[in-house]
């Protein structure tokens, strides 16, 4: 994401540069060229190691009222769909604010967790549990607890390295550091879950976000996976590699 007053922005993806590009991400060259991705793409560590990827400009079809937050129905085998957002100051402190419920619904896919040993970037090792109840609109974006706004995501997809620079909370850090910067501005926000075929667990997470004054205009794709594991995505399940 590029923000114009880049240096403002201190966390996340707040250490930004003016010409768009997330700090030490670039665009894979298996990438689809142009155009909001309809498939997932493969994860290549070396190019993504904390799991997400700068796909291009953001596509946002439609720009929704400030404080609007629209959920697509869980499909016919209980998924969810693309969640579109136009996300305000106040939508970031009441959803920080807002207790966290104490138990999640189960998305599609859950059922199969256990605790695991992940292998992060810079050597240091996650431990714990493999699957999180995953946000597509952050509750901190002022997201809801529903199931039409949670997948079954890894860790790695949920926070990365959990150092504000990889998974869903790259992006989300961003919006929020953003947002508190310049409260009278909006970010458009369109997360998309790309599943293949009947699979019940998404490969990889879309997110585009746009600000109301064009300084924030990016898409990135976040994988959905670990490394070190092989995962059964039409189950949920997974097992060592």
Same mark, same amino acid.
């Given at each position: ?42 994860? +290549? &560590? !070396? ?8 796909? $291009?400009? =953001? @596509? ?5 009222? /400030? ?15 693309? +969640? &579109? !957002? ?8 009441? $959803?920080? =604010? @807002? ?5 999640? /619904? ?136």
């Amino acid at each position: 994401m590029a923000v114009a007053a880049a240096v403002a922005c201190a966390a996340g993806i707040g250490a930004l540069r003016l010409e768009g590009v997330l700090p030490g991400l670039r665009p894979q060259a298996s990438a689809p060229a142009g155009g909001s991705l309809e498939k997932p793409t493969e994860w +290549v &560590e !070396a190019e993504s190691p904390n799991y997400v990827r700068l796909a $291009g400009t =953001a @596509r946002i079809a439609e720009t929704l009222a /400030p404080g609007e937050v629209r959920y697509a129905p869980l499909d016919a085998l209980g998924r969810a769909g693309r +969640v &579109e !957002a136009c996300v305000t100051a106040r939508m970031v402190e009441e $959803g920080v =604010a @807002r207790e966290r419920a104490a138990e999640l /619904p189960d998305p599609a896919g859950w059922g199969h967790n256990a605790r695991a040993e992940i292998e992060l970037p810079g050597g240091r090792v996650y431990r714990g549990w493999f699957w999180n109840r995953s946000h597509l609109l952050a509750k901190s974006l002022g997201g809801a607890d529903a199931l039409e706004n949670l997948v079954c995501g890894t860790r790695m997809q949920n926070v990365g390295a959990n150092d504000g620079q990889g998974g869903m909370a790259m992006v989300e850090t961003a919006c929020r550091s953003w947002l508190r910067d310049f409260p009278d501005q909006t970010i458009s926000y369109v997360a998309t879950p790309l599943y293949v075929a009947g699979e019940l667990v998404p490969r990889s997470v879309v997110v585009d976000a746009r600000s109301s004054d064009g300084s924030i205009d990016e898409e990135v794709e976040v994988y959905n996976c670990a490394k070190g594991y092989v995962i059964d995505y039409a189950a949920g399940t997974f097992e060592r590699a």
